[in-house]
């Protein structure tokens, strides 16, 4: 499905395709409420968070419910680089890459001992671990229950700490990270990490990646070792978590120990999943949904939905009102638990296995009049 | 001595709850193949039957007495509830005795349930990937959980125990130690001891009844007992209905120790999962072991000697142990071979 279609100019002009289409969102998002930076900064973070783990799970089949680990783990590190060196987003985003490697290289080794279910209950275990652990004991680095953030007492050895005036915000070289200024630096760092996971899914190694998935005893039996391979997999993917909790902290220097339960794990399975994993701009799709939904939905109330009903008689327009607004607000979880429900029972393949079903359709018709036509789909 | 036994009590009644949602997990597992992270929910569900034959019981008569006022001087509203004024005393120990009575309304409710829920969705996912499974039935239990918030608003709904076993026993004295060391509330015992005969119950049923073993062939091997002409899926139906009432169960007699709000099912979800990995994957007798394995581990883990030791040991005792288990013994305690493995 993946392999098929792709040459090196179609993998560029997609790539090209997508950074333009993402560096246009606030255009293109405005119509439909999303046009602001806040939710736009999520979009493009998130984004990279399913995209690395969709390396993992999309690829090799090992599903890890315990990536937000690896994200708590960036957010941290990112803080206290803050604290440390200065509020310069670079250092942190580096920092934050280098330890959640480490972490995810020690979680991995270990957990990847194991497959199917008990790999996903190895790594559930670290995850509640670290996130047990970041609240009670590690209270000194972690801040426990009322996150870590920066302090003007922080020594910041680069940007003259002590500081009286001026925001604590993260700020490369003159540009603070927050409104577009951030939405662009998160923007521009998920384009390179998307393409560097548009690298790994088509090179050897990313085919690797795919074998372990279909067959790994064929695999072994061919003299192959897959357990480097799915290591080193689940260390790029960890390494995009860290990177999206660095990117959350540079847009807003908070991190708090929430950020490592399982539900946020559970989050980030579902924006895979919604998406389509496998796929490289699934994760992305699936991440932006939830995302919006989360923003957008949960924002409306009665007072909205009456609005937007008004053309509806009366007679009608209470009901309709009474039943969406249990989906909306408050409510909004119940949309996500109804929509994900219906996307696994109906479209296992996620949203972009809709896509391309759709355009399947589309294609079928004309392909009898003019057999010419080869423009492939880049995914 | 009696501090250890003190903690082996205390583990006692959660390492029941455990055990009995465990419990649960395995049949569904054992029987029907499916992971169902929805169980959580299940246990969740059964609080709230308590909560509701509660609120049913509780509708009031409201009676204003003209005669007196209050300290504010508005008149005195009496308050009877209905029960109580067409049953007398039977209504009053019904009112009384609401948590334990419940149970009447929550096995019904569980049987459909779990009927329901195996006809209508479970059964479409036998031959779907685990993964596609455990994604289903967390959507599923989001589901439910946001319809109990809807309904019963987020925050946590005390339940009380009978009068009679409010108090707590002091166990330290009749075991011949110093009184007021080793004191039980009376709740967790009767809950151990419904758990355990709970428990009892669910492997008696499936040793002894023809049922039973239909039932537990069918989990050796399912094609060759649907090739005798038994119709093993209807069986299996009701082996998810039963184990959606025994998590109900669960979930009812641990209202007065827990007050139910709608996200206590995940927050047991993960335990109990951790619990049947470490039990072996499709194994009864290790989900139940495994179950009051952890619970008391997890109790003795909180003890201040063991905490100044190892900090923080018990908020993470039971991942540990299980990462432990899985590395040391990969099928978990009891598990069989081949099982969940591919």
Redesign the interface.
């Known amino acids: 499905m993946v392999l098929k279609n792709s040459s090196p100019t179609s993998d560029l002009i997609f790539f090209a395709v997508f950074a333009v289409a993402v560096l246009t969102m606030p255009v293109w998002l405005e119509p439909i409420g999303a046009g602001y930076p806040d939710l736009l900064q999520k979009f493009a973070i998130y984004g990279l968070f399913a995209t690395g783990f969709n390396l993992l799970f999309g690829l090799t ?1 090992y ?1 890890s419910f315990g990536h937000a680990a690896f994200l708590g783990v960036g957010s941290y590190t990112a803080v206290w680089t803050f604290k440390l060196l200065g509020m310069n987003p670079i250092p942190a985003v580096i920092m934050a890459i280098i330890t959640s490697g480490i972490f995810a290289l020690l979680i991995g080794y ?1 957990s990847l ?6 790999f ?3 790594t ?3 995850a ?2 670290s996130y ?2 970041a ?4 209270t000194p680095i972690t801040n426990g229950e009322t996150g870590l953030r920066v302090l003007r007492s922080d020594p910041r050895l680069f940007d003259g700490a002590g500081e009286a005036q001026g925001p604590l915000l993260a700020n490369l070289f003159g540009f603070e990270m927050t409104g577009y200024a951030g939405f662009y630096f998160c923007a521009v760092v998920l384009l390179i990490g998307f393409f560097i996971a548009q690298r790994i899914f088509r090179s050897p190694f990313g085919i690797m990646l795919r074998a372990v998935k279909t067959n790994q005893n064929r695999m072994t039996y061919t003299g192959l070792n897959p357990r480097p391979y799915t290591l080193a997999a689940f260390v790029i993917s960890g390494m995009y978590a860290g990177l999206a909790g660095a990117l959350l902290c540079i847009t807003d220097p908070l991190a708090g120990a929430e950020r490592m339960q ?2 946020a794990s ?1 989050e980030v ?2 924006m895979t ?1 919604l998406g389509g994993a496998g796929t490289l701009l699934g994760p992305i799709l699936g991440a932006a949904l939830i995302k919006y939904f989360e923003n957008i939905f949960s924002a409306f109330n009665e007072q909205t939905l009456h609005e937007i009903f008004g053309f509806l008689p009366d007679f009608l327009e209470y009901p309709v009102v009474s039943v969406s607004s ?1 989906f909306v607000g ?2 909004w ?2 949309t ?3 929509l ?2 219906i996307i ?2 109906f479209l ?1 393949g996620g949203l972009m296995e809709g896509v391309s079903r759709i355009t399947r359709l589309f294609r079928r018709k004309p392909q009898k009049s003019e057999p010419s036509r080869a423009t492939a789909p880049a995914e | 001595m009696d501090v250890i036994l003190l903690q082996l009590l205390n583990g006692l009644d959660k390492g029941g709850a455990y055990a009995l949602i465990a419990l649960g997990l395995t049949l569904i597992f054992g029987t029907l193949g499916v ?1 169902n992270f929805a169980h959580g929910a299940l246990f969740m569900l059964g609080a709230f039957c308590a909560v509701s034959f509660h609120e049913i019981l509780n509708i009031e008569m409201v009676a204003i007495d003209p005669e007196k006022t209050t300290a504010w001087g508005t008149p005195l509203e009496i308050r009877t509830p209905y029960v109580e004024t067409y049953l007398g005393d039977f209504g009053h120990w019904m009112l009384n005795y609401s948590v334990p009575v419940s149970i009447l309304l929550a096995i019904p409710v569980m049987l459909l349930v779990g009927f329901v829920m195996e006809r209508g ?1 479970i059964k ?1 996912f036998y031959n ?1 990937p ?3 499974q ?3 039935t ?6 439910l ?3 109990i ?2 309904v019963f608003g987020a925050n946590p709904i005390p339940q009380t125990a009978p009068q009679t076993v409010r108090g707590a026993a002091d166990i330290g004295a009749a075991l011949g130690f110093d009184p007021g060391v080793i004191v039980y509330p009376y709740w967790r015992m009767v809950y151990l001891g419904f758990a355990a005969a709970v428990i009892g119950a669910v492997f008696a049923f499936l040793k002894f009844t023809t049922f039973g073993m239909v039932v537990r062939a069918g989990m050796a091997d399912r094609d060759t007992v649907g090739l005798l002409g038994i119709n093993i899926e209807r069986r299996f139906t009701i082996v998810f209905a039963i184990a959606a009432v025994v998590a109900g169960l669960a979930g009812v007699m641990y209202t007065p120790i827990l007050p139910p709000d709608y996200h206590m099912g ?1 927050d047991f979800l ?1 335990l109990s ?2 619990v049947v ?1 470490v039990g072996g ?1 499709g194994s009864l007798p290790g989900a139940v072991a495994a179950g009051f394995l952890l619970g008391i581990l997890q109790s003795f883990a909180s003890m201040n000697e063991v905490k100044a030791i190892l ?2 040991i018990d ?2 005792i039971i ?2 142990v ?2 432990v288990i ?2 040391v013994r ?1 099928r978990g305690l009891l598990g069989r071979k081949g099982v ?3």
């Open positions: 089949g599903l270990v001992r194991r497959s199917g279910i008990y996903s209950i190895l559930l275990a670290f509640q671990m047990n652990l609240y009670s004991v590690l399982w539900t559970g399975v579902l999943i249990l408050e409510g979880h119940l996500l638990g109804v994900f429900m696994v029972i296992p | 992971v969705l479409h779907r685990h993964a596609d455990i994604l289903v967390f959507g599923l239990a989001i589901v959980q946001e319809i918030k809807t995940m993960v999962f951790v990995v994957m900090p923080g908020q993470i991942y540990l299980a990462v899985l590395l990969p969940m493995e591919s």
